[in-house]
């Protein structure tokens, strides 16, 4: 609940999934190879090695930099017009595999790849916690605790 709330507010969320750049959360292998993420440890990704470079020279890398930036400059048409696209920012690149059907120019299809498989799921979800998300928001907004939510919703929640 709080990365949504965070995400709400417009502040960054607890997890790099929900944030709209990644590379954050590098991963180092055994034999020192340093990688921007866990979900991408693949030579392709590679950023070096510690033993021959330091960390931070690698982690301020133009290939680092263009691996975080990639996430939200790769999204698909359909998260761009998406209204839930400032919570889940399309969520991990890893898990970006779903394809669906845009409508281009004159009636034309073309089939996009690069949807999140959980796409429908955290609309689902989005949906249903946004009264409660914009009452916190709100709350906070007042300098008030969001735990305020609890007896709101209470009285709340029959008509939402």
């Given amino acids: ?3 949504t709330l965070a995400t709400w507010v417009g ?3 607890g997890t790099c999934t ?3 750049t990644c590379g954050g959360n590098s991963v180092i292998e055994h034999n020192g190879d340093l990688y921007p993420c866990d ?4 030579k392709d990704y590679l950023l070096g090695n510690i033993t021959e470079k330091p960390i ?7 290939k680092q930099t263009a691996f975080g930036i990639d996430k939200r400059n790769k999204l698909p048409t359909k998260c761009l017009k998406c209204e839930w696209l400032f919570a889940c920012n399309g969520e991990c690149p890893k898990h ?14 073309r089939i996009e790849t690069g949807l999140n498989a959980l796409c429908d799921g955290y609309k689902m979800f989005f949906s249903h916690v ?12 007042r300098k008030m605790s969001p735990a305020y939510v609890i007896p709101w919703a209470r009285t709340n929640s029959r008509r939402i």
Avoid: C, I
Wanted: net charge negative; proline share 4%; glycine share 6%.
């Fill in 1 to 3: 609940m709080w990365v």
């Fill in 11 to 13: 502040e960054m969320p």
């Fill in 18 to 20: 929900f944030a709209q």
């Fill in 39 to 42: 979900h991408f440890v693949y």
């Fill in 56 to 62: 931070a020279e690698m982690m301020r890398s133009d």
């Fill in 96 to 109: 970006r595999f779903n394809t669906y059907e845009s409508r281009q120019g004159r009636g034309g299809l």
């Fill in 130 to 141: 946004a009264p409660y998300m914009d009452y916190m928001k709100d709350l906070l907004s």
